[in-house]
């Protein structure tokens, strides 16, 4: 299977401004970023999307839940934010490999586009 370019980022093979890791998950500056806090939250583990998570992942799909809690706290997102999962082709999804966005620091609209 080609590494996604996620799977670079966790390898360290390319750069990203990290802003929260463990051993479960990492945390990154998104690169073309929709708000003025944009981030994106990833398993280590390779899921290819919210889709191909299993039984076997629920701990670890808690925990990124959680991660998106801790980053809200410490960017300073008191003020709310939003946390979006494009999943497969209809969902707007580009990288392969689950992530959870974190977008703040803006009033967001509804319905999303
Ligand atoms: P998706 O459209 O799959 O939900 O989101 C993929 C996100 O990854 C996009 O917001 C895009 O800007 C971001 N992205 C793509 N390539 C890179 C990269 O190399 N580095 C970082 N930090 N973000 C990336």
């Not at 990290?18 to 990492?26: A, G």
Request: a neutral charge.
């Amino acid at each position: 299977m080609n590494k996604t370019i996620f799977t670079k980022i966790i390898c360290k093979e390319i750069p990203a401004d990290i802003v929260y890791e463990d051993n479960m998950s990492l945390a990154f500056k998104d690169i073309n970023p929709q708000a003025p806090v944009h981030i994106l939250v990833i398993p280590k583990k390779p899921i290819a999307n919210l889709d191909e998570g299993t039984e076997e992942d629920k701990t670890l799909l808690g925990h990124l839940l959680l991660i998106v809690q801790k980053i809200a706290r410490k960017m300073g997102l008191d003020n709310g934010y939003r946390v979006v999962i494009n999943n497969g082709n209809d969902g707007g999804q580009t990288v392969n490999h689950l992530h959870l966005h974190i977008l703040g620091k803006r009033q967001m609209t509804w319905p999303p586009g």
